[in-house]
Structure formats: structure tokens, C-alpha cells
């Protein structure tokens, strides 16, 4: 296995600590909640000792079915590297803040730190600081810009914390490259940023990352993008900018076969990867996003990975804890189609939507598929939803969804299944094999806003609420709005 080294402005957790098989992994406390980062092979034995004898324990996501060995303050337990499902884990001890585990696969890709095609960026010419101590912003640009200019290349950044403010513009057949250890972060220093104000009066600075036009781009690795989302916003309610100064991490466009993985994506404060519109091959692989995730304390549109205006795009066994929508498919762009969208065996953690279509239907959203993926907690588990754009939403799958908890918010009460036709009409939605483990508040709703803006062709297969496996509309509980068609409710047995 191996373990990373710590950030030096980061907070080792007084509540965990972690043993993998004989090694010691560092427990960071990042704002209300702890995580550990390890890669792995094989069988590995975890041991966490907590702050206090355990009396409790939940192991997510609960279809792993992971069981542990209590001992005083110590709870043993064993995961596989070869499971389908990462090793991306959300851990109830007692009544302490929670504990995050994010077990990677070993790397498989990891190039070396010189030789030919490689920019390492603590090397001349660049020389760039890893102490966090000056900004290093045009340092890591000037690599990728040389990289660029000979048709490609490796911008490798080694361990250390490397200060920026500016965009980053990535560049066509240029591969970003953090290693484990190492992190990229925001200076959270807001007076230092421009901002723009979005209709809504919303304020956001611009990105971290940009990747516009640059087909083949490449962000991979074991190490850390950090946004600094939540030292730059301004958390004064009394002010006039507050929950202003929001940053995304990664937004691209126009960009063909684009691919990140592995990394850590840490602290946005608004949609943390926002791509690729108008770009086809997006790849979003072993993508660890943690964020803010408190509704009560700050309700931001931190939404974790949003395939936006794309088409032939994968998002898979990533892992993201968020407030906001963690995995949506989103047609934000006119005349250009979106299709060919697959989400499979994630693992998210939401205080808002766990799995979604919508709501932008800018152009044609088609054949979108979310397939084995686990909700831990969100207050929506699965939503399709059309209230901006007037495009048709049509053939969206949902396959194997779990939802395991669900949360209240300010903005309203839990709900298991949400579709709603407002500016738009959605049509031949399937879901099929979902399991939700707890009862929610309000029933399953489905509701369109006129004949033009209807709900049409919902199929429900194998819906299983609380252990009972529902065979009719009725016994779904299905709140039926206005201009909806077609509901089915079927079991394997039975079909009315």
C-alpha cells in the first residue's frame, strides 16, 4: 500500500486515527467531517480508533456489506481492491463527526518525475516554490505552455502545497500530473480576486482550472485540487456579498476526449467539475470530491460532478460528499445534443440530490444512464427535473440505485423520486432495481406544467421501499401531479 504525506496547513483529526494492515494513515479533520487517502492492493485490514469507546458503528455504502470487530475504541474491518465498487467509504462511529475513507487502487498510470516529455515544475526553468509560500501561479502555466508548444506533454508537480489565485489554462495532448502528497490550493485571500455577478446576484470568482479547446487534456494523479471555497466566501450575513466570492474547480469547453482521474478535488463552493460543454469522450474516473456538506450552516450550489452540454461521456467509481446535487447530467448548451451519459458505481453523500437529470434542457438530453450507484444520504435520491430550457429530456435510466438516508433542509422535506416537466417535457424515464432503506417523507412525485410540458412513460421495475418490493402504483404511493401519462409500476412477477 501506499500512504501520502500530509499537507502542512491541514488539521490532523484528535477524534480517528487509522492503521492499514502494519501502516499508520493520516486522519485529516476537514471542516465537519475526517478523511484518510490511502492506495491500495488486495486485502487490506483497517483498524480506527476513536476518541471513545464504540457503542455504534455504520459502514457506508451499506451494499458493500462491510461488518466490523468492536474492541473497546478500535473497530476492525477488511476491504478488496478488486471489488466493482471503490473502496470510498462513509463511517458512523457513535455520535462523532463522521469519517471518510477514500481507498484508491494503486496507480497505474503514474509517470516519472524527469526525462523526456516531462515538466516537473519544482526543476528549471520554473523553480516554483512547494512551501505555499509565494504564488506559483504563472510558474505551473509557463510548464504547461512549454509542453503545449512541443505537442504535448507531462506537467508533473511533485509533493508540496503550491499556491495560486489565476486560472489555469490546461492545453490540448498536455497532461496535468499531481503526485500523492501533492496539492495545488487557492490563496483565500477574496480581496485579492475579480468577480462578476450573475443575473440571480449571485458573485464568483473565476475557476481554478480552465480547459477550453484543448482536446486530449489530461488531469491525473493522486493528489489534491484545493479551492479554498470556503476561507475566500463571505460567510458575514450581514453583508451585502454574502455566500459570495464562489469558486468553481474545473470548468471546461469545446474540449474532445478529455479525461480526469484519481485526484482529490477539495472545497468548492459552487459546481466543482462543470464540463465538457460542447465536447464528446469526457472521462471523469476515481474522482474523490470533498465540499462542504452542512445545509443548515450554508446552503451553496456546490454541486459535485455535473456533465454539462456533453455527449459520450463516463463518470465512474468516483466518490462525492457535497450540500448540493452530487451527480447531474445537464443540458446547458443549445444545438448540441446530449447523449450517450453514463454514470456508474459512484459513491455520493448530498444534502440535496443524489442522482440527477436536469434541470437544464437547453438542447436534447438523451440516453443518460446511472447504473450501480450508491446514495448515502441526499434529501432527493433520484430526480429528473426540466425548469430551464425547452428541449425534450427522453430516455433516462436509472439501474441498481440504493439510497441509504435521507436529510430535511431549508430547502424542503425528504423525497425518494422527483420528476418534474416545467418548461420542458420528459419522456420514457426507467427506473428499475432502486432500493431506498428508509421511508421519506413526502411520497414519490411526478408532475408536469402544461400539455406541452408533460411527464410521460415512467417505469418503475423492482422498486423496493423499506425492504418491500412494490408491484402496483398504489402500493408505490406515487403522488401523481397534473399532465402525467404512462406511470407503471412492475415487479418481476407482477405487472399492472
Known amino acids: 500500500m501506499i500512504t501520502y504525506l500530509k499537507p502542512t496547513y491541514t488539521t490532523t483529526s484528535s477524534e480517528f486515527q487509522l492503521q492499514v494492515d502494519l501502516n499508520a494513515v493520516i486522519v485529516e479533520h476537514f471542516l465537519d467531517y475526517h478523511y484518510a487517502h490511502f492506495s491500495y492492493s488486495g486485502v487490506s485490514t483497517l483498524t480506527i480508533t476513536a476518541s471513545q469507546p464504540i457503542t455504534s458503528y455504520d459502514i457506508s455504502p451499506h451494499s458493500m456489506g462491510i461488518t ?6 478500535q473497530l476492525t474491518f477488511t476491504i478488496d481492491s478488486s471489488s466493482v465498487k471503490p473502496s470510498y467509504l462513509v463511517i458512523q462511529i457513535n455520535d462523532l463527526e463522521k469519517m471518510v475513507v477514500l481507498a484508491d487502487p494503486l496507480e497505474g498510470n503514474a509517470p516519472p518525475p524527469s526525462g523526456t516529455g516531462i515538466y516537473n515544475i519544482i526543476d528549471a526553468p520554473y523553480q516554483a516554490d512547494n ?16 509542453a503545449s508548444a512541443a505537442g504535448g506533454g507531462i506537467v508533473y508537480v511533485p509533493v508540496g502545497v503550491y499556491k495560486v489565485k489565476d486560472i489555469l489554462y490546461i492545453k490540448s495532448n498536455v497532461t496535468l500530473y499531481l503526485q500523492g502528497g501533492a496539492v495545488i490550493k487557492s490563496n483565500p485571500d477574496r480581496t485579492l480576486y475579480d468577480y462578476t455577478t450573475s443575473r440571480e446576484g449571485k458573485i464568483f470568482i473565476d475557476p481554478m482550472i480552465r480547459i477550453d479547446h484543448a482536446p486530449h487534456a489530461k488531469i491525473i494523479g493522486r493528489g489534491i485540487l484545493d479551492a ?37 478535488i477539495k472545497d468548492s463552493t459552487t459546481w466543482t467539475i462543470n464540463g465538457i460543454q460542447g465536447g464528446e469522450g469526457f472521462t471523469v474516473r476515481h474522482v474523490k470530491v470533498i465540499n462542504h456538506k452542512n445545509a443548515d450552516q450554508y446552503k451553496i450550489m456546490n454541486d459535485g460532478i455535473d456533465l454539462c452540454g456533453t455527449r459520450n461521456a463516463v463518470a465512474e467509481k468516483n466518490f462525492v460528499m457535497t450540500v448540493d446535487d452530487a451527480l447531474c447530467a445537464k443540458s446547458t448548451i443549445t444545438d448540441y445534443a446530449m447523449y450517450n451519459v453514463r454514470f456508474k458505481n459512484n459513491i455520493v453523500f448530498s444534502s440535496c440530490a443524489g442522482l440527477k437529470a436536469g434541470l437544464q434542457s437547453h438542447s ?7 447504473e450501480d ?3 448515502v444520504q441526499a434529501r432527493r435520491g433520484i430526480v429528473v427535473e426540466a425548469t430551464s430550457g425547452k428541449q425534450l429530456m427522453s430516455d433516462i435510466h436509472f439501474v441498481n440505485t440504493r439510497v441509504e438516508n ?10 425518494p423520486v422527483e420528476i418534474e416537466a416545467g418548461t420542458a417535457p420528459v ?4 427506473i428499475d432495481s432502486a432500493y431506498f432503506e428508509k421511508q421519506a417523507f413526502n411520497p414519490i412525485h411526478l408532475y408536469g406544467s402544461s400539455d406541452a410540458n408533460d411527464v410521460t412513460n415512467v417505469t418503475f421495475n423492482d422498486l423496493n421501499l423499506c425492504g418491500n418490493v412494490i408491484s402496483n402504483v398504489t402500493d408505490a404511493g406515487v403522488s401523481v401531479g397534473s399532465y402525467t401519462a404512462g406511470i407503471t409500476v412492475t415487479s418481476s412477477t407482477n405487472k399492472v
Open 131 to 146: 512551501t505555499w509560500t509565494i504564488d506559483v501561479t504563472h510558474l505551473i502555466q509557463q510548464a504547461i505552455d512549454d
Open 228 to 264: 479554498s471555497g470556503i476561507a475566500i466566501m463571505d460567510k458575514d450575513r450581514a453583508s451585502s456579498t454574502f455566500l459570495g466570492y464562489r469558486r468553481n474547480v474545473i470548468v471546461g469547453n469545446h474540449s474532445d476526449h478529455v479525461t480526469i482521474e484519481g485526484i482529490i
Open 427 to 430: 419522456k420514457n424515464v426507467f
Open 406 to 415: 435521507y436529510v430535511f433542509t431549508s430547502m424542503g422535506k425528504s423525497i
Open 364 to 370: 436534447p438530453m438523451y440516453d443518460v444512464w446511472f
Open 373 to 375: 450507484n450508491d446514495v
Open 68 to 73: 466490523g470487530i468492536v474492541s473497546g475504541n
